[in-house]
């Protein structure tokens, strides 16, 4: 199986800056489209940024300009660097991948795993 997990969320002030960093892991696997969501209290969650496997991005627009996603292929790693952190940001960031297992030899259909989510706060 594979696990994504999410690091780097915490408290910061307005103007501030955060990295968050997400890891897929575990048996054989291929990664293909990788995304960051989000979710505040009370909203829906929304797509705040996402990568395909040859790098092109997209990003919502209230976070153009502040945000940039990256991505290490060879680590199964994507990264979320949030800069000029506005309150409007605070919510739980969780990771996205589309990922295909390999079993057996066999590649399977793509499918989306979640991580578990990590709480960014902006407030002084």
């Known amino acids: 199986q594979v696990q994504v997990v999410e690091s780097g969320g915490g408290l910061v002030q307005p103007g501030g800056s955060l990295r968050l960093s997400c890891a897929a892991s575990?048996?054989?696997?291929?990664?293909?489209?990788m995304g960051w969501y989000r979710q505040a209290p009370g909203k829906q969650r929304e797509v705040v940024a996402d990568?395909?496997?040859?790098?092109?991005?997209r990003y919502t627009e209230s976070v153009k300009g502040r945000f940039t996603i990256s991505r290490d292929n060879a680590k199964h790693t994507v990264y979320l660097h949030m800069n000029s952190l506005k309150p409007e940001d605070t919510a739980v960031y969780y990771c996205?991948?589309?990922?295909?297992?390999?079993?057996?030899?066999?590649?399977?259909?793509?499918?989306?795993?979640w991580g578990q989510g990590t709480q960014v706060t902006v407030s002084s």
């Open positions: 990568i395909s496997s040859g790098g092109k991005t």
């Open positions: 575990g048996s054989t696997f291929s990664v293909d489209d």
């Open positions: 996205q991948a589309e990922i295909g297992l390999v079993v057996g030899g066999i590649a399977q259909p793509f499918k989306d795993y």
